[in-house]
């Protein structure tokens, strides 16, 4: 399993959690009592949840000792487990199961998804964010740099590990045990500082498992190749700034 770096990841917080504090106002919740963030990572989102619902117990879950590290230093006050979404069972059924652009990393969809509703209590909320940008450059760029010949071995393999499907699915597979379903999708118009910043962003997240099944040396010819590639398509503007469009899709559902 690759490693999280939690000061990469947190580098473009505000660019990462703007997606889920839109989410958040979108729940009609007063006063739940159990509320579990799924993909937790850091904690900083299970820290906003618990601040918005201060009476509820909230819980964050997540795979990745480092990045638990992290919340459980920051967030002393508040559970952590460490598990697998995809194993994951909560405890008594949760008013709230929120999760925030990890899913893409978990597989099968269409069991998890109704799985996490049917963990949920009869009228509270599945609330789910999920990054939808498999067709946008700084994606296929990705793809592309890991077939050159002299990654391809080491690297095609990992071209299928995020899985993100179109809103009608997710509307197929919730719509018979919801009682509300919402689903729609945002395109983020960020503006990124820095020299080559989308290279930056994606280091936090999706270039992780490739940098990490390579060498040191190899890694940093990677980043070059890539580098290059996504500074075409992500130019300049003429304020210094890079413009970063980001597709994000977003599922509300209140449990039957």
């Known amino acids: 399993m690759a490693v999280w770096n939690p000061d990469v990841y947190l580098k473009f917080a505000g660019v990462r959690f703007r997606p889920a504090m839109d989410l958040m106002q979108q729940i009609p919740l007063t006063d739940p009592a159990r509320i579990y963030d799924l993909g937790c990572g850091t ?5 906003i949840l618990h601040q918005r619902w201060p009476g509820a117990r909230v819980a964050g879950v997540d795979s990745s000792p480092e990045m638990l590290a992290r919340a ?16 994951w069972r909560a405890e008594v ?8 652009a990890a899913l893409q990393w978990v597989p099968r969809h269409s069991e998890i998804v109704p799985s ?22 700084g ?6 740099t890991a077939r050159e ?5 080491k690297l095609a393999p990992l071209g299928s590990q995020l899985v993100v499907h179109a809103p009608d ?20 118009q960020h503006e990124l500082d820095g020299e080559n910043p989308v290279v930056e962003f994606f280091r936090g997240t999706q270039l992780r498992p490739y940098l990490q099944a390579l060498a040191p040396a190899e890694q940093s010819e990677f980043l070059a190749s890539y580098g290059e590639k996504a500074a075409r ?21 209140q449990a039957n």
């Not at 904690?43 to 820290?47: A, D, I, K, Q, S």
């Not at 996490?116 to 450059?137: E, S, T």
């Open 139 to 144: 994606h296929l760029l990705i793809l592309e």
């Open 43 to 47: 904690g900083h989102l299970t820290g």
């Open 93 to 100: 059924p949760a008013d709230l199961n929120f999760s925030n």
């Open 116 to 137: 996490l509703l049917r963990q949920v209590r009869p009228g509270g909320w599945l609330a789910i964010q999920l990054p939808r940008h498999i067709d946008d450059p």
């Open 149 to 153: 010949p002299r990654w391809n071995a």
């Open 169 to 188: 699915e997710y509307w197929t597979w919730l719509r018979p045990l919801a009682a509300q379903l919402d689903i729609w999708e945002t395109i983020y």
């Open 72 to 87: 459980r230093a920051d967030f002393p006050s508040l559970e952590w487990i460490e598990a697998d979404i995809s194993k």
């Open 233 to 253: 398509a992500y130019p300049r503007q003429a304020n210094g700034k890079t413009l970063f469009p980001f597709r994000r899709l977003f599922v509300l559902a």
